[in-house]
């Protein structure tokens, strides 16, 4: 087995992986397995020279392909979206001190939220941009306070009834629907803030909070995961961990290059500096 053959069986492995990690905890993964039982069922009948069976199977998996674009859609959508997004730019275009600002501020607002057990759902933006996947919603375009936030949820309020949505350090639109998670193992106990905020989190690179009306607990829904019943010093510390500005690798690369600039210059005034010793002993 040559080196090739090696890497080409690594890439196939490492593709079908994350296949399969993609869409394990989506109905897409029962689809699979319906697949997988199509191929199997067809090769059994070449096997065994079925040829009617064969005939009929095969040119449904010629068609299959369309079928599966359509029926896959929503995942295809979102796994192409994570391979598309950008390792170049910031989850947050705003500084690390504004992000802290805005989690310290929405932290104060959660807390206050859940001891008045009044229910919240705040998207937070990162590399995608939100607005195709949400329904309604009044434009804000302020900055975030958590006296502002407080205020939209007030029941029975023009805005209580949906999604803030945060991108960058403003709030960017209020009362916002969002598409409800299709993942049907979730617990009944989960109300609709809860499904909305996995439903954005599994289609789009977002941080979604929840305060539950009923119970109070904080839950961040993140990549389709949901952490349940995080303190106010959590979340603090979560917030400012996924939503901090990353170092493009543009600003990396210069750092490289200053780097490999500044030891050529010491190597070349420590030549210098030899060849004058050198002349000197001379």
Do not use: Y
């Given at each position: 087995m040559q080196l090739s053959d090696i890497v080409d069986i690594l890439i196939v492995a490492i593709i079908i992986y994350?296949?399969?990690?993609?869409f394990r905890k989506t109905r897409a993964a029962q689809l699979l397995k319906g697949i997988a039982i199509i191929f199997g069922i067809t090769y059994i009948s070449e096997w065994l020279h079925l040829n009617v069976i064969s005939f009929i199977l095969e040119n449904i998996m010629q068609m299959g392909f369309i079928a599966l674009?359509?029926?896959?859609?929503?995942?295809?959508?979102?796994?192409?979206?994570?391979?598309?997004?950008?390792?170049?730019?910031?989850?947050?275009?705003?500084?690390?001190?504004d992000v802290t600002d805005v989690a310290g501020e929405v932290c104060k607002a959660a807390e206050n939220l859940a001891e008045s057990h009044t229910g919240a759902l705040v998207v937070f933006e990162r590399e995608t941009i939100l607005d195709d996947l949400l329904t309604g919603g009044t434009v804000i375009?302020?900055?975030?306070?958590?006296?502002l936030l407080e205020n939209i949820f007030v029941p029975n309020t023009p805005l209580h009834d949906g999604a803030v949505i945060i991108r960058d350090d403003k709030i960017q639109k209020a009362s916002c629907v969002l598409p409800l998670s299709a993942n049907k193992d979730l617990?009944?106990?989960?109300?609709?803030?809860?499904?909305?905020?996995?439903g954005i989190s599994e289609q789009a690179?977002?941080?979604c909070?929840?305060?539950?009306?009923?119970?109070?607990?904080?839950?961040?829904?993140?990549?389709?995961n949901m952490m349940r019943n995080l303190s106010v010093n959590s979340l603090y510390k979560l917030l400012n961990k996924v939503l901090a500005p990353k170092d493009d690798v543009?600003?990396?690369?210069?750092k490289n290059i200053d780097h490999l600039k500044s030891q050529k210059r010491s190597r070349k005034k420590k030549d210098e500096k030899s060849e004058k010793q050198d002349k000197s002993k001379e």
């Open positions: 994350n296949i399969i990690k993609h674009i359509i029926i896959f859609q929503p995942e295809l959508r979102r796994g192409l979206e994570h391979m598309g997004r950008s390792k170049f730019g910031k989850w947050f275009s705003v500084e690390k001190e375009g302020a900055k975030v306070t958590s006296e617990s009944n106990e989960l109300g609709t803030r809860h499904r909305a905020a996995l690179d977002c941080v909070l929840v305060v539950s009306e009923e119970t109070g607990k904080i839950s961040v829904m993140l990549n389709g543009s600003t990396n690369v210069k």
